[in-house]
């Protein structure tokens, strides 16, 4: 080993080719972690135990110009769910007792069906705070 790859300080010696080796397979390895977190945030959820009847999407066209998409899952079991994104988040809404429409409800979001019409809710926002999404009207097909 010739001199410039070792460095002697406080009576300790360093082998830079050794440490850069190691940085190397730890990076390596952080990056393969990081490939596999990455693709399993990609697979799709799949509960086993509760089979698909029927999935609809339908486009939102909202009162300020902006559009969402909806996937719709109904379950064999007669339980349903909305999937959507909210501030860059994709949530899935799950269905709950409403006096009208479809309700569906995830974090601290409700997404409110009646008919075509829809509205998305901040429920952490003042009670005076108009809805995140307003006067959505679904899409003719």
Not at 35 to 55: F, G, H, K, N, R
Not at 96 to 111: L, R
Request: aromatic share 8%; net charge positive.
């Amino acid at each position: 080993m010739r001199r410039s790859d070792r460095s002697v300080i406080a009576g300790a010696r360093i082998d830079f080719e050794t440490i850069a080796n190691r940085m190397m397979k730890k990076t390596l390895a952080l990056m393969l972690a990081s490939l596999v977190a990455q693709s399993a945030l990609a697979m799709p959820l799949t509960v086993p135990q509760i089979q698909t009847a029927s999935t609809q999407t339908t486009r939102y066209d909202c009162k300020d110009g902006k559009s969402v998409s909806v996937q719709y899952t109904n379950t064999r079991n007669r339980q349903s769910f909305a999937a959507l994104t909210v501030d860059g988040r994709k949530l899935l809404f799950v269905n709950v007792i409403a006096g009208s429409g479809a309700k569906y409800v995830a974090d601290q979001y409700t997404w409110w069906t009646k008919g075509p019409q829809a509205n998305l809710y901040d429920e952490m926002a003042a009670k005076d705070s108009p809805p995140l999404l307003e006067d959505c009207e679904a899409r003719k097909k």
